[in-house]
């Protein structure tokens, strides 16, 4: 087998016995590394320590790795305008954290005669998050809901930051 030491060096090809016994007398383990390989590569490491960095790494990427939630906000065509703000505060909020918002518009009993006016609902929530948010899904009627999805838009995002810091934070009284 071809052994490779330790501290990453070659030793070249040598015999089982002989790797086994410079992997004891280092007091570490003996871990074939490429079996595939004519000859097999063996290395002289030591194996829970490797294990634990290699957790360590996965650990690490992971966190680095974002999830993508999709957030419900259901709305109904008779919504008031207190209530209207509040969800689409919270609409505003989920888009900023990154996730996806999925827009439910619910008809009750003779609402469904109207579908005008949901479209007119989902058409306001549109002008109030248009900035910072895309139509993934437009608006379509799904027996008795309408549905749309929206995703956060990142440039517009970053382009109304720069924006809010560019312009001095002034209030008329």
Do not use: W
């Not at 097999?40 to 290699?54: A, H, L, S, T």
């Not at 439910?104 to 998050?129: C, D």
Request: aromatic share 4%.
């Amino acid at each position: 087998m071809r052994l490779v030491d330790a501290d990453g060096s070659q030793v070249g090809i040598v015999s089982i016995e002989d790797a086994l016994a410079r992997a004891r007398a280092a007091d570490l383990d003996l871990v074939e590394v490429a079996a595939q390989a004519d000859p097999p590569v063996c290395r002289i490491m030591d194996y829970g320590k490797f294990r634990y960095e290699e957790a360590q790494r996965l650990k690490e990427s992971r966190k680095k790795t974002i999830q993508i939630v999709t957030k419900e906000v259901k709305f109904r065509p008779k919504i008031g305008t207190g209530d209207f703000d509040t969800k689409v505060r919270h609409m505003l909020e989920f888009l900023e954290e990154g996730h996806k918002v999925k827009v439910t518009l619910q008809f009750r009993g003779r609402e469904m005669a109207h579908p005008e006016l949901g479209a007119k609902v989902l058409e306001s929530v549109l002008e109030r998050l248009g900035p910072i948010a895309k139509v993934d899904t437009h608006p379509k009627l799904d027996g008795r809901s309408m549905t749309m999805v929206l995703s956060p838009d990142k440039k517009a995002a970053a382009n109304a930051k720069k924006t809010a810091q560019a312009k001095p934070n002034t209030q008329i009284a």
